[in-house]
């Protein structure tokens, strides 16, 4: 079974609507993902507001920067 993931991004942010659309068919098939919006906290913002989207690993905290695809994000969760 997949990790869990966050995706951190915004609403009105194109890249991020981007990142969900090559998420959806992973999270059809059993992917976890929880919808971060950064702007609910200034912390947040700081850290992710010029990376947006970002899809971390829950259980070991790594990252995955935009761009990628299916594939790299598979990769990513092996």
């Known amino acids: 079974m997949p990790p869990e993931c966050q ?3 915004t609403l009105g942010c194109h890249l991020c609507e981007l990142a969900e659309a090559e998420l959806m068919p992973l999270v059809e098939h ?3 993902v929880e919808l971060v919006d950064i702007a609910e906290s200034e912390a947040m ?3 992710y507001g010029l990376r947006i989207p970002v899809l971390r690993r829950i259980d070991s905290g790594e990252e995955l920067n935009w761009p990628f695809d299916a594939a790299q994000v598979v990769n990513f969760l092996q």
């Open 7 to 9: 995706l951190f991004g």
């Open 30 to 32: 059993g992917l976890l």
């Open 45 to 47: 913002f700081e850290a």
